[in-house]
């Protein structure tokens, strides 16, 4: 896989613009969309994260090495699938009722979220993270490797190499990682999950992943399966 | 530079269910009734705003701020009487603005809209609307509202709201008009449409260090000047708690902000609040809890750092007694305010 070098968010609303400003500070050139104008969101992105480069979202892609979808869950689909064909793609969102509805609405209930991203992405190759920490914890968070209290992400997704370029990438953004090979994980951390919301360092996060059949999310996901 | 004379402090309650000294909880109307009174103690402390919130939900008694703010009113003289937050996209803008006219008759004045998104959606289905017109719900009302409170006849095409021709709206306040704020969490579209409007700015800190603002400071002046609008002193919102004792006051709040976010996160799936977030917050980010002069440090630290004008306390997450809250108030109006103008008045800042 090529190196990276441009990253391209999709999506400049809370989390799109803080991986802007990580990733600006980690060195990446940054391209950065939102559903509207380039025009809309160029103050935003000039004074909030000055140094990226706002565009459409086929401007964010046709340059960039990494996508990032910083978009609510309920509107990946607005986006075509041709569009991130080949592409390596970062699957940061989660289904938030608040903002997206009513789940069986927006998602099938036989799978994660992240499963029917690549369903529907299904010439790209995905790979979660980012998504169970909130959007100022990722900004307050973010420290050089080796710091002390440093706080982990966990990475997963099913093509191996991906995950690991990813799980760089995000050691590059700021954070330690936990990988797992396997995107129907991602669902260890949806909402409702013991790591949903929380920011924990590599050891205690990879404590509770290692332990997710015992939480009673685990548990209660376990049931559904088995029913 | 802080202005200290035009500097304005209010507190702010969403109308938690009050504990009795034995833990047992009071009524959602006995609960509402302790707003009424605190609202006539920071009267007399010199308070300058209370605000009320609106929430659908067993954990808070208040889902119609604009009564218990017209009871307030009527025991108050000079506190301004402010609703935290009216969630918009649920409600009528006709009604919106009827009631807070009302209310601003009532109170010679003292009324102030606080519109926002609303961080809770029970009203969405409650009042038959859907989440996931989320943003434009929000978008059409605000332009209806605006138009309303122009207080002239009004000719509106809805698509979310009621279609209307060259009708008026009743009753016709008597002084400037409705003041209106715009509640924002963290997002930098609402603070351009806030611009773009004129009105006043007040950001819910809820989460994190009020150091990650200082851009959208930048972003809201910038939007105004794009507009050609007014840049008013902006307002902030976050928890907080005091005690004369600051051990006792990181207990209580422990206790009671934990088991208010824990409860709601548990409708959201957010992970329960650990210790070590909970610290973080009270040392550096969004919960001013501590004995007065830590609150008063902190608080003072965020008007400065933010420029602000307003500084707005929530007050009795969770199921504080009415000894606690109101004690907290007191210690607020005599204490901490008195303080922060003093601290921002001198040269060193903490
Ligand atoms: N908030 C958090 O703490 C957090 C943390 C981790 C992950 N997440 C996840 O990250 C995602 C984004 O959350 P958020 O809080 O950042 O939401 P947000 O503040 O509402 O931002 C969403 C952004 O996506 C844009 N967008 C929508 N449809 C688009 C499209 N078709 N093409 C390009 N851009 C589009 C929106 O643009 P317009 O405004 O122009 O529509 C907006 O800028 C969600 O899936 C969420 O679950 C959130």
């Given at each position: 896989m090529s190196e990276i070098k441009t990253v391209g968010i999709i999506g400049a609303g809370k989390v799109g613009i803080v991986l802007a400003q990580l990733a600006l500070a980690a060195g990446y050139h940054v391209r950065i969309s939102g559903s509207g104008s380039v025009q809309k969101i160029a103050l935003t992105i000039s004074t909030l994260a000055p140094g990226?480069?706002?565009?459409?979202?086929?401007g964010v892609v046709s340059k960039s090495d990494l996508i990032i979808l910083a978009i609510?869950?309920?509107?990946?689909?607005?986006?075509?699938?041709?569009?991130?064909?080949?592409k390596l793609v970062i699957d940061a969102m989660n289904y938030w009722w608040e903002t997206d509805g009513i789940r069986e609405e927006v998602l099938d209930p036989s799978s994660t979220s992240s499963e029917q991203v690549q369903q529907y992405f299904n010439k790209s190759t995905i790979v979660?993270?980012?998504?169970?920490?909130?959007?100022?914890?990722?900004?307050?968070?973010?420290?050089?490797?080796?710091?002390?209290?440093?706080?982990?992400?966990?990475?997963?997704?099913?093509?191996?190499?991906?995950?690991?370029?990813?799980?760089?990438?995000?050691?590059?953004?700021?954070?330690?990682?936990?990988?797992?090979?396997?995107?129907?994980?991602?669902?260890?951390?949806?909402?409702?999950?013991?790591?949903?919301?929380?920011?924990?360092?590599?050891?205690?996060?990879?404590?509770?992943?290692?332990?997710?059949?015992?939480?009673?999310?685990g548990q209660k996901i376990k049931a559904e399966k088995g029913a | 530079m802080v202005n200290v004379d035009k500097l304005q402090f209010g507190l702010e309650t969403f109308g938690d269910i009050v504990a009795k000294e034995d833990g047992e909880l009071l009524t959602a109307g006995q609960s509402i009734r302790q707003i009424v009174k605190e609202g006539e103690l920071a009267d007399k402390l010199g308070i300058d705003v209370i605000g009320v919130g609106e929430h659908h939900r067993p954990d808070y008694s208040v889902?119609?701020?604009?009564?218990?703010?017209?009871?307030?009113?009527?025991?108050?003289?000079?506190?301004?009487?402010?609703?935290?937050?009216?969630?918009?996209?649920?409600?009528?803008?006709?009604?919106?603005?009827?009631?807070?006219?009302?209310?601003?008759?009532?109170?010679?004045?003292?009324?102030?809209?606080?519109?926002?998104?609303?961080?809770?959606?029970?009203?969405?289905?409650?009042?038959?609307?859907?989440?996931?017109?989320?943003?434009?719900?929000?978008?059409?009302?605000?332009?209806?509202?605006?138009?309303?409170?122009?207080?002239?006849?009004?000719?509106?095409?809805?698509?979310?709201?009621?279609?209307?021709?060259?009708?008026?709206?009743?009753?016709?306040?008597?002084?400037?008009?409705?003041?209106?704020?715009?509640?924002?969490?963290?997002?930098p579209e609402s603070i351009i449409r806030a611009a773009r409007y004129g009105y006043k700015v007040i950001l819910a800190i809820i989460g994190g260090q009020a150091d990650r603002f200082v851009p959208y400071l930048d972003l809201y002046k910038k939007a105004a000047a794009q507009y050609n609008m007014p840049v008013y002193p902006v307002a902030v919102h976050s928890h907080g708690f005091i005690a004369d004792d600051e051990d006792e006051a990181v207990e209580v709040a422990w206790k009671n902000i934990k088991a208010n976010f824990d409860r709601i996160g548990l409708t959201r799936g957010w992970a329960p609040m650990s210790?070590?977030?909970?610290?973080?917050?009270?040392?550096?980010?969004?919960?001013?809890?501590?004995?007065?002069?830590?609150?008063?440090?902190?608080?003072?630290?965020?008007?400065?750092?933010?420029?602000?004008?307003?500084?707005?306390?929530?007050?009795?997450?969770?199921?504080q007694t009415?000894?606690?809250?109101?004690?907290?108030?007191?210690?607020?109006?005599?204490?901490?305010?008195?303080?922060?103008?003093e601290i921002l008045s001198g040269e060193a800042v903490a």
């Open positions: 990226a480069t706002p565009a459409t979202n086929q609510p869950l309920s509107r990946y689909k607005n986006i075509p699938a041709k569009l991130l064909k080949g979660k993270t980012f998504n169970h920490m909130g959007y100022h914890n990722l900004q307050e968070e973010a420290k050089a490797a080796g710091e002390a209290n440093r706080k982990a992400l966990f990475v997963t997704g099913d093509n191996h190499e991906a995950v690991d370029q990813v799980a760089q990438f995000v050691n590059t953004m700021g954070f330690d990682t936990v990988r797992h090979y396997r995107l129907a994980d991602g669902i260890m951390t949806e909402p409702g999950s013991e790591l949903f919301g929380a920011s924990l360092t590599q050891p205690d996060l990879q404590n509770v992943i290692d332990h997710f059949d015992e939480t009673e999310f | 889902s119609s701020p604009e009564v218990v703010l017209g009871a307030i009113a009527s025991v108050t003289k000079q506190i301004k009487l402010a609703t935290a937050v009216t969630v918009l996209s649920s409600d009528n803008p006709v009604r919106v603005y009827e009631r807070f006219a009302t209310l601003e008759g009532l109170s010679q004045g003292r009324a102030q809209v606080m519109l926002g998104r609303g961080s809770f959606t029970e009203s969405f289905p409650l009042f038959g609307y859907d989440l996931i017109d989320y943003d434009d719900l929000f978008n059409e009302k605000l332009e209806m509202y605006s138009q309303l409170i122009k207080e002239k006849p009004i000719t509106w095409d809805g698509k979310f709201t009621q279609s209307l021709k060259d009708q008026d709206v009743y009753p016709k306040t008597d002084y400037d008009g409705l003041e209106t704020y715009i509640g924002i969490g963290g997002s210790r070590e977030q909970f610290d973080g917050e009270t040392q550096s980010g969004s919960f001013y809890v501590g004995n007065p002069e830590h609150v008063a440090q902190r608080i003072a630290r965020t008007i400065n750092l933010l420029d602000l004008g307003r500084f707005d306390l929530v007050y009795g997450a969770g199921n009415a000894a606690q809250r109101e004690r907290m108030i007191e210690l607020y109006g005599t204490k901490v305010i008195p303080r922060v103008k």
